[in-house]
């Protein structure tokens, strides 16, 4: 306790403003417009050297989940279309809903897959939904 009764204040109005910095600043601003200063950020960033240390982490737990899904939904859709054809449609619905729920998140999580594998410049690992977050 002792010791912030000890302790010294500054005073801060002691301190002299600097109108120099100011007017540097404002100096540099009217030099170049919002444009020019975002050409040149793009520039240098276009010189940047390929990390060759980054590893893209590949999400296996959604890769396995969406193939077991696309595979599980074309299963069931095509049971559904069986029974379908060789009952009544109140017979199947089950599989048909079931078949349409499974496969139609699966289909798409898998043609994102694909094109990913294939090394389609837009798709990357980041587009498919993660399920082992850490």
Same mark, same amino acid.
């Given at each position: ?31 170049? &417009? &919002? ?27 959604? *890769?396995?989940? /969406?193939?077991?899904?696309? *595979? ?8 559904? *279309?069986?029974?379908?054809?060789? &009952?009544?449609?109140?017979? /199947? ?22 094109? *990913? ?6 798709? &990357? ?10």
């Amino acid at each position: 306790m002792d010791s912030l009764k000890n302790r010294k204040v500054l005073d801060h109005s002691a301190v002299p403003e600097s109108s120099k910095d100011e007017e540097d600043e404002t100096e540099i601003a009217n030099m170049y &417009t &919002t444009e020019e200063f975002r050409n040149y950020s793009r520039k240098l960033h276009k010189k940047q050297p390929k990390n060759y240390f980054f590893k893209q982490k590949i999400p296996w737990k959604t *890769i396995i989940a /969406c193939i077991i899904f696309f *595979i599980l939904g074309s299963l069931f859709l095509g049971i559904g *279309i069986h029974k379908w054809v060789l &009952t009544s449609l109140s017979e /199947c619905y089950e599989f048909l809903l079931l078949g349409l729920i499974m496969f139609i998140p699966g289909s798409y999580h898998t043609f994102l897959l694909i094109q *990913i594998l294939r090394g389609v410049p837009e798709y &990357t690992y980041d587009l498919l939904d993660v399920f082992d977050q850490e």
